[in-house]
């Protein structure tokens, strides 16, 4: 259980294309995912928090017109990164959380496998 | 002051020993604490959780929390090749959806 796919799993784009990332979660329903990015032997930074059916949340320094986050629904969140730059050259993962409509909400955090995206 | 510390390493141990992986944090509203192993190239794989003091057995890897001394730990029992890693450790804030991740600690089990 606790399944989250990611799609594509690399991507090639010219330098100013938008490139859109989505985060699926395979078996469970998802009321909170996570967008994270590392560069080479760095750890994981937290780009943005988003709740489904509500504007995410992004951390100091993410600028939200460029990683643009939509969770439309309980299994699907998708990052668009925007006139994407070599500099935004890096891996994104996302990870989701289990929770149900009852309340009850899981504080574990499961990773999907990551998008290596690289700008040329 | 970064929320988690993590000793960066590497940290070399034989085939069969055990390997002991330390965690710092600093914000004592602190409640989850969590152990991810994260392969080169890849991502995190949720390995343990523990949220009350002691210790959490799962196999062979054993988590410990120590919440006074703001301490969490990952031992890891008859290591194996396989097992090295980057190993990430993280923690839940009171804010329900504040987590932090340390810089991780390389794993090196040598055959």
């Known amino acids: 259980g606790a399944v989250v796919s990611q799609h594509p799993s690399w991507v090639i784009c010219k330098s100013g294309t938008s490139v859109k990332i989505e985060c699926r979660s395979l078996d469970f329903q998802a009321t909170t995912m996570f967008w994270y990015r590392q560069f080479p032997k760095q750890s994981l930074m937290l780009m943005a928090t988003?709740?489904?059916?509500?504007?995410?949340?992004?951390e100091q320094g993410v600028e939200k017109d460029k990683f643009l986050i939509n969770h439309a629904s309980l299994t699907l969140s998708t990052l668009t990164v925007t006139s994407a730059h070599p500099e935004d050259s890096s891996f994104y993962i996302c990870s989701a959380r289990w929770g149900l409509a009852g309340g009850s909400t899981s504080y574990e955090q499961y990773f999907g496998p990551g998008t290596r995206l690289t700008v040329t | 002051q970064k929320e988690v510390e993590q000793n960066s390493g590497p940290l070399s141990v034989p085939e069969g020993a055990i390997a002991s992986l330390n965690c710092t944090y600093s914000d004592r509203g602190s409640q989850s604490f969590f152990w991810y192993r994260q392969y080169s190239g890849k991502s995190p794989e949720l390995i343990m959780s523990i949220y009350s003091n002691g210790d959490k057995e799962d196999g062979r890897f054993t988590a410990q929390l120590n919440k006074a001394s703001q301490y969490v730990s990952l031992l890891i029992r008859d290591s194996q090749p396989s097992d090295s890693a980057t190993y990430l450790c993280?923690?839940?804030?009171?804010?329900?959806?504040?987590?932090?991740f340390g810089s991780g600690t390389k794993l090196n089990v040598k055959p």
């Open positions: 993280a923690v839940r804030l009171y804010n329900f959806n504040k987590f932090y």
């Open positions: 988003s709740n489904e059916g509500s504007k995410a949340t992004y």
